[in-house]
């Protein structure tokens, strides 16, 4: 029921949007974020239409990444889809294969708009970019995970430097234990930050041909890496009751216990910067940021991006192709990408936009310091085999797997090595399902 | 028995056409479509699909984890049925009685119906919040004695609460409509007889009201196996570790967070044939005991 419902309603969504008069060409993009994000991609929307008359883009919020593209799907599969949709990173391997989309590599030639594309981030350009290095999807909303520590708590404990190491990170949630501090940790279980980043950093396998890039027939190798050591270390924290687990259905997330001071460590995305900003501003709490620690005795490696990137279906009009081009070169511009990253925690996603923010001091006083933060844990290095990103089939389902084993091994139903052990077998058949779908098809 | 028709069958086929269409277009062609998709591959943006026959319906039914997802569904059936029909059936009695407020209270008890199920769930996830809801205070003289985040126990409980919750209103209006069509002298004769309250209720109001109670029970089976999706979603998204991951849970996490539509169809069949069966069952076996007057 609740498909034909999504169905209709996308459907009663074109039709009261595409009966207005038209004078200028317009075109409809649908966007997954909400709240305070959601507001500010209608602000570009506004901006957009305000600098030029030709083009009207039309943005219509679907209140979640899963609903944009669930949306996007039924739209599709009736001929009402809009032109540009914002598509998670996740979502990546499964738009790829499908082949409903016009990539905007080509598209940006087609129409003669010059786009420096090697001023792309490479860690942020490989997640969204063909075998061959052009890339398929505009990349848009970017950010990658970092540790925000409250320093009124580390210098009460007399800590004073955010930890470089895991193992530092785990000490200090004791001594700040020590000092007083009820819980030294918000902890919820995510993948995106503790399997796919923490691996990133640390330039260890995921899966095999290199997290997916080279191959549908990848495989999970994830319960033999380091990965292991420091889910198995996070149980110990938990045990000890250095860390709590603080998520939505518990009431209060990460984030927000972090924000009202009650927890003094939380793993999450650059993008909270500004909510954490405006939650602070009342209670004065000192905060920073830094970047995800690594285990001694490994080399630190990029980053990755996560959030999401624009993409142009299949099957629409020249005149449509033509609104979606000029939107998204208007997005590139290095105003537009400050615009962007002052009103959300978003990073600039072009060296000329992140240098360009940098001579105008963005970065040097608060509220944005500590943005860079974010800039260096995803240029750390080049991207490596194991760095690119990750393309594998499925993923969201993997993602779901994972957290359902970790969170039986947190509740002592298993052992963490038993839970990564099933998480990976579940995943492979997960992928082997998705290679057989696409039988005889290869990543484009 | 009398029984009214129309002798023009044109006519009649006229007034049924709208919900017949109604019934076409939001419920066999969607459940035909799943249906074709459950014997395929389906690609999630409508590039082709191959014919695999049962395949999908082996990979559901070799998975483990989908009979742990039948399991929970029963339990939480069996328990919201059996949770919300009680607390209707006492609150029934009750308004019955005409105790003091009792039209306040036969107004008031129908209201929870009218309540979205994603409503619901956020209301009773604060309630039930181990860390700032009712629970605790609880919590702060036993630590650790409610923990629905951690505990699948706690978190199960917790949705078989909200969802009786939901269906108590339902049940209620048609227990107390089944009262109140006993016949006053009936329970009137009963009681100058001497017998008390609770005698009456069980040896004259409960018999007459087992053709109600039959039909509340094939709708809250029905209801509970199908319709818990929005209080799973709001308060535990089918966690932790898979604790409270309802079939129609699961079948939503597949298909449309998934994408993968083939196995998400294949489950719709199974649920299908399964709420099929149970309906068939009940009314095949325990409708047998029930007497209509």
Known sequence: MTRSFIGSTAVLLCLTTGAVAQDNTQFEYWYGLSGQLGDAIVATCDRFNELQTEYEIICVGQDGYANAVQNSIAAFRADQHPVLIQAYDAGTADLMMSGEFYPVHQMMEDFGIEIDWDDYFPGI????????GELFSMPFNSSTPVLYYNEDMYAAAGIEEPPATWEQFFANLQTLKDAGVECPWAFYPSSWIHLEQMSMAHNEPIATNGNGYDGLDAELVFNTTIHVRHMEDIVEALNGELAYIRTNQSGINARDSFASGECANYFGSIASHQTVTNVVADSGLNWDVEMLPIYEGFERTNTVVGGASLWALSNKTEEEYRGAAAYMQFLATPESEEFWSTVTGYIPVTRTGFNLMVENGFYDEAPYAGREVAMESLTYTEPTENTRGIRLGGFIQIRSEWVSEVEAALAGNQ????ALDTAVERGNTI??????????QELP | MRRAYFKNNWMAALFVAPQLLIIFVFFYWPATQALYWAFTLEQPWGGGNEWVGLENFQYILSDDLYWDSVRVSVIYAVATTALAMGMALLLALFADRQLTGYKFYRVGLIWPYAIAAPAVGLAFRFIFNPAAGIMSYVNQVW???????????HAMIMVIIAGAWKQVAYSFIFFLAGLQAIPRSLIEAGAMDGSPFLRRVWDIQLPLLAPTFFFLLVINITDSFTDSFGIVDTMTSGGPAR?????VYKIYEDGFRGLDYSGAAAQSIILMLMVIALTFFQFKYIERRVHYT
């Open chain 2, 143 to 153: 630590p650790g004695f409610w923990e629905p985040t951690l505990n699948g126990t």
């Open chain 2, 243 to 247: 604790a409270t991951n309802l079939m």
């Open chain 1, 125 to 132: 350009a490989n997640y969204y970019a063909a075998s061959t």
């Open chain 1, 431 to 440: 992928l082997r399902r998705f290679e057989r779908t696409y039988r005889g």
């Open chain 1, 415 to 418: 052992t963490m090595q038993e």
